[in-house]
């Protein structure tokens, strides 16, 4: 079993930055991949990026890639989306997930560990 709770997230103007967080529980969890998500209203849940225990592999979504970067602070069970040059268009809400497997296109309807979700409004 393993738990995902999120924070960070929040309103920011075009072109700003913001880090979000997501700090794992459970005994199990250095055998999943941290996966980032986001929704946006009325949109598919949209996969981000992903990265693997050690933090070596990591992955982020051609649209995104060159602005997010995944990592992860093993020391605190924790992994990190850092977003910069944001965008109106990265309005979402952003989960993070507990994934067995390592892709770089996930079906989000086939995992089962998820974060609460946080919210990210981005004004112009």
Same mark, same amino acid.
């Given at each position: 079993?393993?738990?995902? %709770?999120? !924070?960070?997230?929040? *309103?920011?103007? #075009?072109?700003?930055?913001?880090? *979000?967080?997501?700090?794992? !529980?459970?005994?199990?969890?250095?055998? &999943? $991949?941290?996966?980032?998500?986001?929704? #946006?209203?009325?949109?598919?849940?949209?996969?981000?990026?992903?990265?693997?225990?050690?933090?070596?592999?990591? $992955?982020?979504?051609?649209?995104?890639?060159?602005?997010?970067?995944? !990592?992860?602070?093993?020391?605190?069970?924790? %992994? $990190? *989306?850092?977003?910069?040059? *944001?965008?109106?268009?990265?309005?979402?809400?952003?989960?993070?997930? #507990?994934?067995?497997? &390592?892709?770089?296109?996930?079906?989000?309807?086939?995992?089962? $560990?998820?974060?609460?979700?946080?919210?990210?409004?981005?004004?112009?």
């Amino acid at each position: 079993q393993v738990q995902l %709770v999120q !924070s960070g997230g929040g *309103l920011v103007q #075009a072109g700003g930055s913001l880090r *979000l967080s997501c700090a794992a !529980s459970g005994r199990t969890f250095e055998n &999943y $991949y941290t996966a980032w998500f986001r929704q #946006a209203p009325g949109k598919e849940r949209e996969f981000v990026g992903v990265v693997n225990w050690s933090g070596v592999v990591t $992955y982020i979504a051609a649209s995104m890639k060159g602005r997010f970067t995944i !990592s992860r602070d093993n020391a605190k069970n924790t %992994v $990190y *989306l850092q977003m910069n040059s *944001l965008e109106r268009g990265d309005t979402a809400v952003y989960y993070c997930a #507990a994934a067995d497997v &390592y892709r770089e296109s996930y079906d989000w309807r086939a995992i089962d $560990y998820w974060g609460q979700g946080t919210q990210v409004t981005v004004s112009s």
